[in-house]
């Protein structure tokens, strides 16, 4: 085999690696997935409150994947659920105090790590071209959303 693949299989196992142990250590250390956490935090940088439309707009989820997500973090008490004042049709996602705190404490890591310390511009431009890639070298293009995920 040659051994620039070689060299990329091990970056990748390296990376699955990480992320799995990652994982692991907030599910012990603070009973979250990633994919709570980077809710947390998302909701966090629209100053701790928005609604579900915005979230769908910002997220690569399917509206019920986005919807369960909210109601374990709702269960965890890590975030309230509320209509809107001004419209009823609208709900609102709040982060409790709890919230707020498992923000604060757990570890800034993955991907949500860029809005919050980003590297320099060559790096980024970098990490997205080999991750676009990845998926299509990785035959994983069938399986991807189409298009660029919102930001």
Same mark, same amino acid.
Request: charged share 25%; hydrophobic share 50%.
């Given at each position: 085999?040659?051994?620039?693949?070689? *060299? /990329?299989?091990? =970056?990748?196992?390296?990376?699955?690696?990480?992320?799995? #142990?990652?994982?692991?250590?907030?599910?012990?250390?603070?009973?979250?997935?990633? =994919?709570?956490? $980077?809710?947390?935090?998302?909701?966090?940088?629209?100053?701790? &409150?928005?609604?579900?439309?915005?979230?769908?707009? !910002?997220? =690569?989820?399917?509206?019920?994947?986005? %919807?369960?997500?909210? *109601?374990?973090?709702?269960?965890?008490?890590?975030?309230?659920?509320?209509?809107?004042?001004?419209?009823?049709? !609208?709900?609102?996602?709040?982060?409790?105090?709890? $919230?707020?705190?498992?923000?604060?404490?757990?570890?800034? *890591?993955?991907?949500?790590?860029? !809005?919050?310390?980003?590297?320099?511009?060559? &790096?980024?431009? /970098?990490?997205?071209?080999?991750?676009?890639? =990845?998926?299509? #070298?990785? %035959?994983?293009? /069938?399986? *991807?959303?189409?298009?660029?995920?919102? !930001?």
């Amino acid at each position: 085999m040659d051994a620039q693949i070689e *060299a /990329a299989i091990r =970056a990748w196992l390296r990376l699955d690696a990480a992320f799995t #142990a990652f994982n692991a250590d907030l599910a012990a250390r603070f009973g979250l997935t990633g =994919a709570q956490l $980077g809710m947390l935090r998302l909701i966090a940088e629209f100053g701790g &409150t928005t609604t579900l439309a915005e979230l769908k707009t !910002r997220l =690569a989820l399917h509206p019920a994947s986005l %919807g369960q997500l909210v *109601a374990r973090l709702a269960d965890k008490e890590l975030v309230s659920v509320s209509s809107d004042p001004d419209d009823q049709r !609208r709900r609102l996602v709040r982060l409790t105090k709890t $919230g707020e705190r498992m923000v604060a404490e757990a570890p800034l *890591a993955g991907p949500v790590r860029l !809005r919050h310390q980003p590297p320099d511009p060559a &790096t980024v431009a /970098a990490l997205t071209a080999g991750f676009e890639l =990845a998926v299509e #070298a990785f %035959g994983l293009t /069938a399986h *991807a959303p189409n298009g660029r995920i919102r !930001r």
